[in-house]
């Protein structure tokens, strides 16, 4: 079967610091693939590299089987790959409603209006938003907002969906409540997905599969059955052990 | 877009420079003849020797004041500081002719003492002084505005407010500081109408009188500008060191409603040196204003004025719309350090810090040719060297609008599919509007109030306000000269007015 996403042998560098170093993961389709890493370990890094707005200096990066980026060469530009993000702080475009703000990337794509108006108002409702349609940013709650960022990015219908610790800010009922929303649109629509997060409750509750980054490395991957009987790292070994 | 962008500017500012150099081998036996005499080597030196001492006064006063303005309780500083900044967009000269009806041998308090104290090296000093120091403020202001009150209140927790404004705040406006005295040396350096009228003699004088002047001599004033360009590139370089990649972010004055250092006893001291500094800065500015009444100046200003303030505005829109457009590009560029935007940006502030005379001289030599006659011949070389000049005001005002905006929203345009001038125009131009439109503002302000370089080049009959203000002086009727610099006070403050309505009716809309 193609992935969805493929990461081979991928490093990233800044100056002397190696961001990424050999990475190598795939994505199939349907999958959601955790990846879980402490601060500092490459995680954004690694998002950058497959939305293609970081080159890597070396390896490969698929969608689809479709190189996209190669040997520090861009060769599909971000709004090509058809892969789209939920990002930690939203990046809720101020000035735009609700409905502009899912409108924007259909437009984008030349969907038609009354298409993209029928779209938008499938997903408001899904994610419980319609009535906020014409509600700014600035309007809406965070957990509003964090449903907005989540309908922004499915109403596109992307080939894969990336999501950079989305959840990170919200308190314990809230995030429950997104991280059933989220299980329940992903599974239906079998949208491949990466979720990053440093938090292994989250990465339980959401993940069928667990990757771990550790400065830069993969150091393990599989199920998190398996990450809980044979931790390789002190760090898997720690956050193993705050799961109850 | 980028590669348009950087077309136009590489044409209207690297060309000028350019061609200084390309005329080297033909004007070479003239530049050995003049340069090799004492006297222009005399000028430079006391031009910069003026240039240095106004930089020193004005940050001495500045920088304090900008450290008061931004983060004491001073009173009413808000209403301080746009006191202060007004006389800046003011052609220079429109003050030294005030502060001859002030201190002049028939000035209001004017002596024969006081009158020789003007018409010197030291009333130069003071005329360009109470000019550019709202520089050093207002850069300092906004730099200190702009610290995160983090750094500030975890510093107050150990520290007396003295040292925290000496050992946190002045050095985290370092960069502010250093722009400050780059900006302030080059102006004053690029000064030609305030030395003139107070009989003090500087270069861009001589260059000036060998271009438009009995002494004509093009030739000689391509020779005389070749020592200012390494003057410029040694400017430029301290720029890319100090400042280059450091912008002033901050988003209006929102900082100011932070909790202000407190004077305590030092309050009504600091507050009347303060307040009687600004103050001084507008005297002249009453005193015109009355001597053009006294004498019917102002009733027959209009009579006077031709069409010389239409040429103000008409190439100051023109060029402002231009650089406002060039700003959001290139401001963006390099706001996200896209490839290329970082020598564009750099020839930007090259062509601005580079002194007059030399971009002057530089677009007569591009622009004056028989085919080039419709840009030369008209209000067109205004827009061009205005460009040239501004385009720097622009970009940094924009980029430093688009710094505060996280990257994050464009990359999230990208990736729903949309294309680079679909993010630009979608995204980016609204949430940098206000950028766009105060760089409009700053850019139309500063070529409204130019003299020192479209003096050089003003097509015949096509003067604007300033160069029209410049050469009345001398020969017309002193209530009228006070009239004419009346309105181009009255214009400065209407355009002022409206860009302050302006943002306010947005801030109110929204």
């Known amino acids: ?244 | 877009m980028l590669a348009v962008a950087g077309a136009v500017l590489l044409v209207a500012a690297l060309l000028p420079i350019l061609s200084l150099v390309a005329e080297l081998p033909a004007t070479a036996r003239t530049a050995i003849a003049v340069l090799g005499t004492a006297r222009p080597w005399e000028l430079l030196l006391r031009s910069m020797a003026l240039a240095a001492l106004v930089t020193v006064a004005s940050l001495a006063a500045g920088v304090p004041l900008g450290l008061l303005i931004a983060r004491t309780d001073l009173p009413f500083r808000r209403l301080l500081w746009g006191l202060h900044l007004f006389p800046f967009f003011l052609p220079p000269f429109v003050l030294a002719l005030g502060w001859f009806h002030v201190l002049g041998r028939t000035g209001l308090v004017g002596t024969e003492s006081t009158s020789r104290l003007l018409f010197s090296g030291g009333g130069a000093i003071w005329v360009l002084w109470l000019t550019f120091t709202p520089v050093c403020t207002s850069l300092v202001a906004i730099a200190l505005l702009g610290v995160d009150a983090g750094l500030e209140e975890a510093a107050r927790l150990v520290a007396s407010p003295v040292r925290v404004a000496t050992r946190i705040l002045i050095p985290a406006a370092r960069p502010a500081i250093v722009l400050a005295t780059l900006l302030v040396f080059a102006l004053t350096i690029s000064e030609l109408a305030v030395p003139m009228f107070l009989r003090v003699q500087v270069f861009p004088a001589a260059v000036f009188a060998r271009l438009g002047g009995i002494d004509y001599a093009p030739g000689e004033a391509f020779a005389l500008a070749l020592p200012l360009l390494p003057l410029a590139l040694l400017l430029l370089a301290v720029e890319r060191r100090f400042v280059g990649p450091r912008v002033f972010a901050v988003a209006g004055l929102r900082g100011m409603a932070r909790e202000p250092i407190p004077l305590g006893t030092w309050r009504p001291l600091v507050t009347l040196a303060a307040w009687l500094l600004v103050l001084i800065a507008t005297v002249p500015l009453w005193v015109l204003l009355s001597r053009a009444s006294r004498g019917g100046g102002l009733m027959q200003v209009p009579r006077w004025l031709g069409q010389a303030p239409s040429n103000s505005l008409l190439s100051g829109a023109i060029a402002a719309t231009v650089i406002a457009v060039l700003g959001f590009v290139l401001g963006h560029a390099a706001a996200r350090r896209i490839r290329g935007a970082s020598s564009l940006d750099a020839l930007s502030m090259l062509a601005f810090i580079t002194p007059a005379p030399v971009l002057g001289v530089g677009l007569i030599a591009v622009w004056n040719r028989g085919w080039t006659q419709p840009v030369y011949g008209t209000l067109a070389i205004l827009v061009v060297g205005f460009v040239a000049r501004y385009a720097v005001v622009g970009l940094r005002t924009v980029s430093s609008v688009i710094l505060q905006s996280p990257r994050a929203l464009e990359e999230a345009a990208a990736t729903t599919g949309a294309g680079a001038w679909r993010r630009l125009a979608r995204i980016v131009l609204p949430m940098s509007a206000r950028g766009v439109v105060a760089g409009w503002l700053f850019a139309f302000l500063f070529c409204v109030r130019d003299l020192e370089t479209a003096v050089l080049f003003y097509p015949a009959g096509r003067e604007p306000l300033t160069v029209r203000l410049f050469t009345l002086e001398a020969n017309g009727p002193p209530a009228v000269v006070a009239g004419l610099a009346v309105a181009q006070v009255a214009l400065t403050a209407a355009v002022l007015a409206l860009g302050a309505a302006a943002f306010a009716w947005r801030r109110a809309w929204r």
């Open chain 1, 1 to 244: 079967m193609t992935p969805a996403i493929e990461l081979e042998n991928v490093s990233v560098t800044l100056g002397a610091n190696h961001l990424l170093e050999d990475v190598s993961l795939r994505i199939l389709p349907g999958e959601l693939v955790v990846l879980l890493g402490p601060s500092g370990s490459g995680k954004t890094s690694l998002l950058r590299a497959v939305l293609g707005f970081q080159a890597p200096e070396t390896g490969v990066v698929r969608i689809d089987g479709e190189p996209v980026s190669a040997q520090g060469r861009i060769l599909r530009p971000p709004e090509d790959r058809g892969v789209a993000m939920v990002f930690q702080d939203l990046a809720l475009w101020p000035h735009l409603t609700v409905t502009g703000n899912l409108d924007f990337g259909l437009a984008a794509r030349g969907v038609s209006r009354p298409a993209r108006l029928e779209r938008i108002g499938e997903m408001l409702s899904l994610v419980g938003l319609a009535e906020r349609a014409r509600a700014y940013p600035g309007e809406l709650s965070g957990g509003e907002r964090q449903r907005v960022a989540i309908a922004r990015a499915l109403v596109l219908e992307p080939k894969a969906l990336l999501l950079d610790e989305p959840l990170s800010n919200l308190d314990a009922p809230l995030k429950r409540d997104l991280i059933l929303l989220l299980s329940e649109l992903l599974v239906e629509r079998r949208v491949p997905s990466l979720y990053v997060t440093h938090d292994v409750r989250e990465a339980a509750a959401l993940g069928d599969r667990l990757a771990v980054l550790e400065a830069g490395r993969i150091v393990q991957e599989g199920s998190l059955d398996a990450l809980r009987a044979a931790p390789v790292t002190a760090f898997v070994r720690r956050v193993m052990e705050d799961l109850p």
